[in-house]
């Protein structure tokens, strides 16, 4: 048999786990000594070769003892089925508050925004119409003052063009 532990071939190994599931732990300490191997790698091995594999009772035996302890708070949230709420009114009713007034305040100054662009506009379409009328009257005025036409047909006032007035004066 071969003395470094990672050599061992798959029978040798199940023959120590058969011999280790033999005995007892006293064994196991032995043959790990004997073999130079741990008591670990040996029941590593049975587990491996599913020789020895501990039965439910000896499980039970060897596992730990759990004690749960709980709080009074838990066994009446476990009662209940569910945590119960336990809501401050307080904050709740602040929040409430802050956040309608946020928005209020949001839908106010939209509409302030809106009137403010509504105003402005209608104030540059009425100074462009301004300018638009002036325009025009220059433009009626100069027509007026640059040709000829009837004033009043029954007093008999008529107008002339200013140039030609200027030299019927010069003229006379």
Do not use: C
Request: aromatic fraction near 10%; avoid cysteine; charge should be negative.
């Amino acid at each position: 048999m071969s003395k470094d532990s990672n050599k061992f071939t798959l029978e040798e190994k199940t023959k120590i786990a058969l011999e280790a599931a033999s005995g007892d732990k006293g064994k196991l300490a032995n043959l790990a000594t004997k073999h130079n191997v741990t008591v670990e790698q040996i029941e590593e091995w049975m587990r491996e070769t599913g020789i020895g594999e501990p039965t439910k009772e000896e499980e039970l035996e060897e596992s730990e003892s759990v004690s749960i302890s709980a709080s009074e708070e838990f066994a009446n949230d476990y009662d209940y089925g569910a945590t119960e709420d336990k809501l401050n009114y307080k904050r709740l009713f602040f929040w409430s508050i802050f956040g309608i007034s946020v928005i209020l305040i949001f839908i106010i100054a939209v509409f302030n925004v809106y009137e403010y662009t509504i105003q402005s506009v209608g104030q540059q379409n009425s100074e462009s119409s301004q300018y638009y009328d002036i325009e025009e009257q220059v433009k009626n005025d100069e027509e007026r003052l640059n040709s000829f036409g009837v004033v009043d047909m029954e007093e008999g006032i008529y107008r002339i063009p200013i140039d030609s007035a200027i030299v019927n004066m010069t003229n006379e």
